[in-house]
Structure formats: structure tokens, C-alpha cells
């Protein structure tokens, strides 16, 4: 009785309340989106949901030790699979990103955001005072183990990913203490880095996206009609939503694929600002909650770790109702616990095993 | 050490989050709390999370509470199509009730290029028997429309056949993205009987979508079509469905409570446009088109002559209207606008001629009236008249004439010598009384003619004596049309009302109840003596029923014809004479009315090209007369015997080859 107590007592209590509740929403939301998707796609999610708990309290559980030790070897291994995947991945809407074992497959980019959350705890924490004495060396050693997986992730190409492993880094380069100036000086080298490649790394077809983004009235594609149809079904809902499994874009199809990248405007157009509103001040304390998590641990690499988790939930978050509404252009990136798919579900429980792994942790045992 | 005192720094500030955001940890006891304080980078990635969940906010913010109700309009009209219902057009029939225009179901195929894939061309191709080019051609139609375009209708093959038609439906289902369109096409029964005096329709072009037309409505171009097309034309009503993004219909229980964002008017029925019945009689237009038809060009109008209704009125040769408004190909469209004997003009009101020797009877009125001559003074003629250097000349020498005689024998030169007391100027105040050089006020683009007067010859090269002997008659520049000298004349034979022709008697629902009935319009009662009509009206029975009278060929027995024949010289200077017909040749004119007293009906009769008005026009006036009389106004046929001197029964063979 007293262990248990005890376990539960470990349990980080407004944590799992922001994720429960994001769980439930996102199911909720997912029951009416996949009402005209393809049968069996609601229970293949439950499904991933429970394995993604799974995950979840197995990673929690894990000795921090452990997790110090693999560190390295999981970002030689995924960085391995990223390689393989260029060679004999399965090609899904014209990019290589999956393993595919029969319907099921294995994105290894998805694998690299929790592998470079880890490798960056790790290298950052390693050697407090070489970080002080030393940083160049960290911040050239820790841009180039981000940079080589995010550029392979791009020749997939995934842009929507790559951008996420390079947001993801830079987050976590900004979090750590060093030198400000430090940061500065990176920062607008890397800004200049960026552009050069928007001018000339991009696939045509990323471009379009962009340009779309850009002056939607052009559309030489009808790339801007799924972007312009997610707007109808966010501002249709007006304050209270059009009813719950009764949003026309989302049942009549006016929303493209909208269970992975526009689930937020199937909320949008059923539930209305008051169920957006509700949907940001979930998502909200969820991220800043994870903060005051890393804020409170005393030690550097559980500190490090869920500051990454952190920026990882915020990246998606933003990014993902960012495009949904209009801001940002389309780019894939889901929606933390209201997107469908394996990869998105089983990325994120994993990452969140890790908040709770070291929100337990914060005291030394 | 400068990194080190940044770092220190780093820690050194501090923030309020573990205490406002996290009162567990600090009621957990732990006692070394200063070092939980969060850093510098911290801090500000709390304040960039609150910050853009804000920005978000604020765009939802506007997106649905500010524009939502023009979004929702927006996503609204995603799944509901509206269709409009097409009003049918409204039939125009003839006096009695026969459909001269109607309307026929057709059957088009459309197809929104968005919802049709490849198999589904395919299959559409096979099903409407479609070429490898014209399937090629359709792929490369529908595969050029991108963003909103894709979206809107494409027209890919109208007015089907019935067996095409069932194949279509019969494969629906397999045809998304396919719509199959019922509409109405105008039909002409009579085919190109009265087609001048009905006009034809076509798509409506860029000018009329901005007047309210759509896309593939059909407007009045020419003739009643067009002046009637308000009142024709109805107002079209619309049908809205649901349909998905697919384009698939979607009932309102699929949509269970998501049809109630659909607007409450779900349906509008149409409003069919009115039937015109005309004063037209098919069976007298019959009449006439087929008397017209024994020439290669030529014109006529009857008129009733105590209330100006038109009855008939043709123009020869004429196009089959079934086949006009962009259903002809560029070729035939070419060989109808080329065609020397010009079947697209409507040679009874939109052309005008000279009216040659009809035109007598007007200085003949102005010298009665305005007692310029004793009409029995005879004045003799040699053949020729000299006016100055100019030799002026007539069909033969008549010798001393009349008055009578030379009305009825076309005497030009008792007209010179008339012409001379008379002047320009009252021969134009008289024209004028008649309805010449006046617009008629049927509105069907019909042309005015023209009456000269002293200020316009003043305005246009000085006048000299010779122009009002040409204009006597009816040369020179009087140009006058086929139914201003009907109308004219019905004017003489009523006894001096000049009518407003009228062509449409009533406008009825489609039910048959009436809306608009019109009735004649008297223009001008005429300031004629009845002694100075009758003394024409005998002239001009003469001219056919006498025996020297320049229509005595036309003479039919026991038929009661006042008339004039006319002789119009034509512009010496004309182009283009290879077209088989001699364009040099005369105009013939026979314009009259019948009975001669009391007159029933007026009619006039232009022959293109036709020669001498007595010889060709008249007889083909006089088989229209007749034809009146036997068969549509028996009771009014006049009876010969009773009449006494009114007709006089022929006792002498004509004088052959006529009176010249």
C-alpha cells in the first residue's frame, strides 16, 4: 500500500491532468475527423495511444543513467537509419521516409527529435565547466551532430521535420548557459544559413508551398485551396462551433487529409473559438508547466532533457495551428495528441515519458 | 573571467514562475528554494510561449469572431450548389391560335473538371461516341482548368440524342463529376415561314451577362424575338442542393442537422415568360410567302385596313430560323450574308425602295385637294417632257389623259405637268400625312424612308425643277418601305385613317389567360374630301379592272382590286452583277386594297429586280387578294354582280404585252 502511495506520490499530478485531458480532446476531435476517413482509423489510434502510454511509463521509468549511456549510441543508430531510409525507404506522396512493415511503417526522422533531445542533455551536461571554459567547441560540435540529421531528413525530403530537428537544436542551444553574445553571433549566422537554403535547398514543390504561403492569390497549383478551405472551417465556427460531428468542411470532405496536419480545424469549425481557446490554454500549461518541471530540477541533464521535450511541444503546437490558421505555410507537422498516426502519438508519450521520468527525479532520491 | 561572470549572472536573476506557476514544489519542503529560481534564457522562453499562444489567440480571435460570419457564408456555399431552373419562353402564336415559336426539352452535358478523372473521360467518351480527337481535345479542355475554374461547369456535348441521353443515365453512378442539363430550345414550326417577322435567338454574349443573362441563356436577336424578349422571356427560379467536396449529391438526411446552415429558400420555381399572340393569319401567310415564292427576291405586306393589324408579311427568300443563332457552320453563315437575294434582311420593313409610280397618288391627292388642276382637264402626251435641257419621258405617248387615265394607265407625263403646279414642297407635306419618311413605331429596327424636301436639296446641291417631277414618281430620293405604302394605302381605301401598323394583339399566360391586350392605334384621320377618294378609288380599279390599265393582266373575275402599280428604276451604278439575276432591271410595285370600297384589307407587293410593276407584282398581288377572300374572309368576298358599276366585267381581251 505504502509503495503505492508512494509511486503515485512521484507522479507529477498537473502534468498528467493537461495530459489526460489533451488525450481526451484529441480522441474526441479524432472520433468526428475520421468519420468520413477510411475505416478502422479511430481504433488503430486508440491503439496507438495505448502503446504510446506504454511507452510512456516505460521511459519514465528508466534509470537517467541509462539514459546518459545511450545517448550516443541512439544518435549514431537513428542517424544509421536515416541513411538507410535514403536508400531503401518506401516512398509515400513522392518523399522516403518510412520503413514500412506491410500497413504499419517506422519514420526514423520522428526517432531523431527524441534522439537529438537526449544527445543534447547529454553533451550539454556532461562538462559543466567545459561549457564555461570551452563553449565553442560545444556550440560547434553540437550544431554540426544536429545539422548532419536535419539535412538528411530535408533530401527525403520532409521539410516540416527538418525544420522541427533544426528548431528543436537551436531551442535547446538557447536554453543551456552560454555566453549570450555567443548565441547572438550563431544565431545570425544561422539565419543567413537559412535563407541561403530557402533560396536554393528547396524541392520545387516545398517552394510552391512557400510562395503560396506568400501570395496566395497566385496558386499555380491549387496548393492554396486546402489552405483556404481549413480557414473557411476555422472561421465558420465562429464563437460556439457548429456542433459537435456536424462541421460541413470536415464531413463533406472539404478538408483534405485533414487527421494528421488539419485536425485543429476540424476543432475550430465544431467547437468555435470557446473550444480553440480551451484547446491553447490545455496546450499552454501543458509547455509551461513542462518548464517550471526543468526550472525545478536541480540536476543538468533531467534540466536539459525537458527543456528539449518542451521546445518539442511547443515547435509542433505553434507550428502545426500556426499553418492550420493561416500564419505559417503548410507544412507537415502534427498536432501533439490530437494528430492521427503511430510515428506523432509514439514521439510524443515517449517524450513525455521523459518529463515524468525526471519530474520524479527532481529531488535526489 | 568574462564567461564565468555571465554565467553567474544567469543564475543570479531571477523569476517569479516556480512561485506563481508552481506552488506544489514549494509546499513540498524543500528548503534550499533561492536555487530553484529559474534563468535568464528560461524565463524568456516562457514569455515567447505566452507570446505566441497569445498571437494564436488573436488570430482565432479574428478569424472566427470577427470575419466567422463571412467565413461561414464561405464554407455555406461549399456544399450548396445552386441551380438555376430555367423559365420556359413564352410561345408566340398567329391570330388564331397556331404556334409559329415554341420551345423543345434538349439535353446538354456538362462537366466540372475538378470532380472528372481519367476513367471517367473515358467512360464518358465511349457512352457519347466520342472521336479519339474530340476525347483528346475534351481532356485537353478540362485539364487546362486550375484553382476556382476547375470548379465550374464545363459544356461537353449538347443537345444529345435520346439514346445517348439513356446510356448517360443509365451509367450515373459511374460518372461523378458528369451532369446531364435539361433546357429548352427554341423551335420554329413553320420553319421559314414569317422567320423575318420572328427573329431567332443566341447565347447571350459578354454585353448581356452584364444586363442579368448567364452563361448558356439564349437572347432575342432580331424581329418579336427580340422586341418581346422582356415580356418572352419569363424569370428564371433556382434549385440549391447539397453536395460534398466530391461534388456528390448529398440528401438533406445525410446532412441530418447540418442542412440547417442552409439558407431557408431552398427551391424557387420559375416564372414562365407570356405567350404573344399575334395579328399574324399563318394560313394568308402561307398565301403570300407561297405567291412570294414564285420570285427570286421580293417582299409583301397585308395589312387590315380599317385597324392596321398586320396579317402577313413576308420576305423572300427567308432563312429557316431553326438553323440561325450559332448553329450554322462558318460556311453556311457565309453563303447567307453573301447570298445576292439577301434572305437575312427582312425586305418588308428594313429596306426601302424607291415606291416608283405607287407614290402617283400623292401629288394626285395634294392637286385634288388643295384644287390645283380640274381633274378632267386632259393633258396630252407626246411621250416626252422638256423641263429646260432635260428630257423627261413616258412609256408611250397616251396622247390627251385624264386625271383617270393617267392614273390608271401610269401616265408620267400628265404627272410632270401635275408636278409643276403642285411643287416639292406640298408633295412633301402630303407624303408626310401619309406616314412617309416617318418611323412606324413597330419596333423591329424597321426603316423610315425618306420624303425630300426644297431645304434638302437646298442642304444637298441646290434644288432644281427636275427633282420634284422625279419625286411625283416616286424617284429621285423618296425611298419608301413595303409596309409604309400598305399602310398608306389601307389609309385610302378606310377613308383617310391612317393607321399605326400593329403585330401583336395580346399577351397571354401560358394558360391562356390574357394580360396585355392592345389595341389599333389611329396615327391621323386626313383631311381628304370623300369626293376626292372616290375619285381616286376609281382610278385605281381601273388600273387592274380596265382593259388599257397597267394591271390588266392581273384582272382576276370577281375580284374587286383598287391598286397601283409601280415601275421603280433602279441605281444604274450598282455593284456585283454576276449573280445570275438581272440587278439592272426595275423593281415592281403593286400596292392596293380590296374591296374598293369599304376596303377589308390593304396589300402590298415589291419584286426585287421583278420588272414591270403591272405585269409581275400585281398578278402576285391579285393571287394574294384572292387568296384573302377564298380563304380566310369568304363572308366578306365581294359579290360582283350586286356591286354593279363598282366592277366591271372585262368585255375586251387585255391589250397585249401591257401598256407600254
Partial sequence: MSALRRTWSLVDGPLTAAVVALIGLGLLNLYSATRVAPKGMFSSQLMWIAIGLVLLVGVAVLDQQLLKRLAWPAYLGVTGLLVAVLLVGKVVNGSRRWFGWGSYGIQPSELMKLSLILLGAHLFSSDPQGLVHRPWRYVLKWHALWIVPALLILKQPDLGTALLCGLLALSLFFLVPLPPKLKLWVFSVGLSGAFLVVRFGLKEYQKKRLLTFLHPELDPTGTGYHARQALFAIGSGRLFGKGYLRGTQNHLQFLPEHWTDFPFAVWAEEWGLCGCLLLLACFLFLILWTLHIASACRDRFGRYLVLGCAALLFWHVTINIAMVIGLAPVVGVTLPLVSYGGSSVLTVMAALGLVYNVSARRFPL | MKPFRRSKLHFDLR???????????????????????????????????????????????????????????????????????????????????????????????????????????????????????????????????????????????????????????????????????????????????????????????????????????????????????????????????????????????ELGKMAQLAPQEMRRDPQPGLTAVLTIDLDLQHIVEEALSRHASAAAAVVEADTGRVLAMASYPSPDPNLLGGRLTRGEAQRLESDPFRPLLDKSLRETYYPGSTFKIIPALAALEEGLIDPDQKQVCYGRYELGRHVFRCMKAHGPVPLHEALSQSCNVYFYHLAEKVGLERMARWAERFGFGQPMGLGLGEASGFVPTLDYYKQHGGFRGGYALNTALGQGAVRASVLQLAMAYAALGNGGKLYQPMLVERLETPSGDSVEQFAPQLRAQLPILPSSLE??????????????????????????????????????????????????????????????????????????????????????????????????????????????????????????????
Fill in chain 2, 535 to 660: 375619285r381616286l378609288r376609281r382610278a385605281l380599279v381601273d388600273v387592274v379592272a380596265d382593259h388599257k390599265g397597267t394591271a390588266s393582266t392581273a384582272f382576276i373575275e370577281g375580284l374587286d382590286v383598287a391598286g397601283k402599280s409601280g415601275t421603280a428604276q433602279v441605281r444604274k451604278n450598282r455593284r456585283g452583277e454576276s449573280s445570275g439575276w438581272d440587278q439592272l432591271n426595275d423593281h415592281a410595285w403593286f400596292v392596293g386594297y380590296s374591296p374598293s370600297r369599304n376596303a377589308k384589307i390593304a396589300v402590298a407587293v415589291l419584286i426585287e429586280h421583278g420588272g414591270l410593276g403591272g405585269h409581275v407584282a400585281a398578278p402576285t398581288a391579285t393571287r394574294i387578294i384572292q387568296g384573302y377572300f377564298d380563304r380566310i374572309d369568304p363572308e366578306h368576298k365581294p359579290r360582283p354582280i350586286a356591286e354593279g358599276p363598282a366592277i366591271k366585267l372585262r368585255t375586251t381581251l387585255p391589250a397585249s404585252a401591257g401598256a407600254r
Fill in chain 2, 15 to 253: 523569476i517569479g514562475l516556480t512561485t506563481s506557476l508552481a506552488p506544489s514544489s514549494a509546499s513540498s519542503g524543500e528548503p534550499n528554494a533561492t536555487s530553484l529560481r529559474a534563468p535568464l534564457p528560461l524565463r524568456i522562453a516562457v514569455c515567447v510561449a505566452v507570446v505566441a499562444f497569445l498571437g494564436l489567440a488573436g488570430r482565432l480571435v479574428q478569424l472566427q469572431a470577427l470575419l466567422g460570419d463571412d467565413y461561414l457564408q464561405r464554407s455555406t456555399n461549399n456544399f450548396i450548389r445552386e441551380r438555376e431552373l430555367e423559365a420556359v419562353r413564352g410561345q408566340i402564336r398567329d391570330r388564331r391560335g397556331e404556334v409559329l415559336a415554341d420551345n423543345r426539352p434538349t439535353f446538354h452535358v456538362y462537366a466540372t473538371p475538378r470532380y472528372v478523372s481519367q476513367v471517367t473521360l473515358g467512360r464518358l467518351a465511349r457512352l457519347l461516341k466520342l472521336s479519339e480527337e474530340q476525347r483528346e481535345a475534351l481532356a485537353k479542355k478540362l485539364g487546362s482548368k486550375r484553382g476556382g475554374e476547375a470548379s465550374k461547369q464545363v459544356l461537353v456535348a449538347e443537345d444529345i440524342s435520346r439514346d445517348q441521353l439513356a446510356a448517360l443515365e443509365s451509367e450515373k453512378d459511374l460518372l461523378p463529376g458528369i451532369d446531364i442539363e435539361a433546357r429548352t430550345r427554341r423551335v420554329y414550326p413553320q420553319k421559314a415561314t414569317a422567320a423575318h417577322l420572328l427573329g431567332y435567338l443566341n447565347m447571350a454574349g459578354p454585353e448581356d451577362l452584364k444586363r442579368g443573362y448567364k452563361h448558356g441563356d439564349y437572347v432575342g436577336r432580331s424581329g418579336l424575338e427580340q422586341k418581346l424578349e422582356q415580356k418572352l422571356r419569363g424569370s428564371p427560379g433556382f434549385e440549391r442542393i447539397f453536395v460534398d467536396a466530391h461534388g456528390r449529391r448529398k440528401s438533406e438526411n
